[in-house]
């Protein structure tokens, strides 16, 4: 997973609230199991309306209960691989924010009168070790749980996470009794 820090760049306005999974990637794109190539059906039935068009932005703006609805992995994989790395909203649906921040998507919670404001801005500075979203109307601060932020500044998914603990594992392998053949080297 990438490190983050700073985010900067357009901002591109989804103003809808209440945006579910179903809609961030309609279930006949999940069939799967890589994380690229979903960008091009992220948000696939409204994509066909008359006048739709949203830019390709590290941000995207949106309203609140972004991400509700189930619980698909895909949802952030497809905003991802779209080109988005930020998302700022009033809220989130709790395991669609969790999703974000397993794979290096910042999810980024603001008052509702902030996102409008950013919306209108069109450019902003996201910087996760300061926690401070920047834009004409100023600097917002916002909260983030220590851990997740110390995860997503130094890259760290799951898998990075428990290697942290390589040489614990290395250690309990090595003093473990063993009856049997070994099934792993190093």
Known sequence: MKAINIIEGGVSVLARSDVDTDQIIPKQFLKRVERTGFGEFLFYDWAKEPGWHLPVNPILATGANF????SREHAPWALE?????????????????SNCTKIGL???VLP???VKALMEAGEAEINLQEQTV?????VVPFDID???ARRLLEGLDDIGITLEQQHLIDAYEAERERSGPVTTSL
């Open 146 to 148: 220590p851990e997740i």
């Open 134 to 138: 920047t834009f004409a109307g100023g």
């Open 67 to 70: 991400g509700s609805g189930s």
């Open 106 to 108: 910042l999810p980024v």
């Open 112 to 114: 509702e009168d902030q």
């Open 81 to 97: 691989d779209y080109g988005f790395q930020a998302i700022v909203a009033p809220s989130f649906a709790d395991i669609f924010y």
